[in-house]
């Protein structure tokens, strides 16, 4: 019966080991996930730099158009500022003639004449000042029927440039969605690849913690720097490994360094260098606006776009299909 109970115990014990028994993970479907939205990025900024190119099309048209506007408003304003003084003056004198009119000529004969030839004069002076207010009104009407010729067509490029602007934004965020979509499976396979690690390698403990994985993206400046470094050593570290247990007989990838090297430097290239191209050449009025090609700059950043969408992709196939070989073979380490 104790014999029994003995083995009994036995069994459950290992039963319970085996449950608790830490195990390799594989995680080649978060990596095959961060391919596939790396294609679907690529689509949809190939599909907001064509809204871009729309936008730029009719937007060149409005900053052309502009001076000419600006240049219809000023002459505008210019004809339109003596009015006010006019205005006042016509209403000065118009005023001061109905209260000469108003009041009771003076007994005096002098008196009375002089009150009689300041109204005769207010009368001449009212003329001339209505006259000039008239030739005002004139001139601003002509300058109106100008501004409104410019005006029309200039608000229905802005209308459009507004409209192509608002295409492109929703393509563009889009965009930025499906990027934060790909990091955040990236990193997911990063997290679960360092944790594979740290059960495979005594020395990995005491390497990157696994929630850099995550972090790495989020640090202002540190994001420079750290998701390199972490799928590097991700990288590097699980070729050591099958390496080192003669799982696999050669080097996957003999440049590694150079391959995530350029991959990273492909990246910043991209979505930095690029980033601040496009915004200065089509969204800011300065050198670049003006002297390079537009249509030279997408097309630029499209092609960034691509060698650092297809350099990850490469690696990340590479990466997947080193964590299927440790997966596969994870009889060969004594977990605990």
């Known amino acids: 019966m104790n014999i029994f109970l003995i083995l009994l115990a036995q069994k459950i014990k290992k039963k319970l080991k085996k449950i608790n028994m830490k195990k390799i993970t594989n995680n080649a479907s978060f990596g095959k996930l961060a391919i596939l939205f790396n294609v679907l990025i690529l689509c949809m900024f190939i599909i907001s730099m064509i809204c871009l190119l729309k936008f730029d099309k009719v937007n060149v048209k409005l900053v052309n158009e502009t001076p000419a506007y600006e240049n219809a408003i000023t002459e505008l304003q210019t004809v339109e500022k003596p009015r006010r003084q006019a205005q006042a003056d016509v209403d000065y004198y118009t005023q001061k003639l109905e209260t000469l009119q108003s009041e009771t000529p003076p007994a005096d004969k002098k008196k009375a004449k002089e009150h009689q030839e300041e109204i005769e004069r207010t009368i001449k002076t009212l003329a001339t000042k209505e006259a000039e207010l008239e030739k005002i009104d004139h001139a601003i009407f002509e300058q109106t029927i100008f501004f409104e010729a410019v005006k029309a067509p200039f608000d229905d490029l802005n209308n459009s440039v507004n409209k192509s602007k608002s295409v492109f934004n929703v393509t563009l965020w889009l965009t930025v969605l499906l990027f934060v979509?790909?990091?955040?499976?990236?990193?997911?396979?990063?997290?679960?690849?360092?944790?594979?690690?740290?059960?495979?390698?005594?020395?990995?403990?005491?390497?990157?913690?696994?929630?850099?994985?995550?972090?790495?993206?989020?640090?202002?400046?540190?994001?420079?720097?750290?998701?390199?470094?972490?799928?590097?050593?991700?990288?590097?570290?699980?070729?050591?490994?099958?390496?080192?247990?003669?799982?696999?007989?050669?080097?996957?990838?003999?440049?590694?360094?150079?391959?995530?090297?350029?991959?990273?430097?492909?990246?910043?290239?991209?979505?930095?260098?690029?980033?601040?191209?496009?915004?200065?050449?089509?969204?800011?009025?300065?050198?670049?606006?003006?002297?390079?090609?537009?249509?030279?700059?997408?097309?630029?950043?499209?092609?960034?776009?691509?060698?650092?969408?297809?350099?990850?992709?490469?690696?990340?196939?590479?990466?997947?299909?080193?964590?299927?070989?440790?997966?596969?073979?994870?009889?060969?380490?004594?977990?605990?």
Do not use: C
Not at 216 to 237: D, H, L, M, Q, R
Not at 247 to 256: L, Q, W, Y
């Open 181 to 336: 979509a790909k990091v955040f499976f990236f990193a997911t396979w990063n997290y679960k690849s360092l944790q594979n690690l740290r059960l495979t390698s005594v020395w990995m403990k005491k390497s990157t913690a696994p929630y850099w994985a995550y972090l790495s993206w989020i640090i202002p400046g540190y994001n420079f720097v750290k998701p390199y470094s972490v799928f590097a050593e991700t990288y590097n570290e699980t070729n050591y490994i099958l390496l080192d247990k003669n799982i696999i007989e050669k080097d996957t990838d003999v440049n590694a360094d150079f391959n995530l090297g350029l991959w990273w430097a492909l990246f910043l290239i991209a979505a930095v260098a690029m980033s601040f191209a496009l915004s200065a050449t089509f969204f800011k009025e300065g050198p670049m606006y003006f002297k390079l090609s537009h249509t030279g700059v997408a097309i630029t950043a499209i092609f960034a776009w691509v060698l650092y969408l297809l350099q990850e992709s490469v690696l990340m196939l590479r990466a997947t299909k080193m964590n299927q070989i440790l997966f596969e073979n994870h009889p060969k380490f004594d977990l605990p």
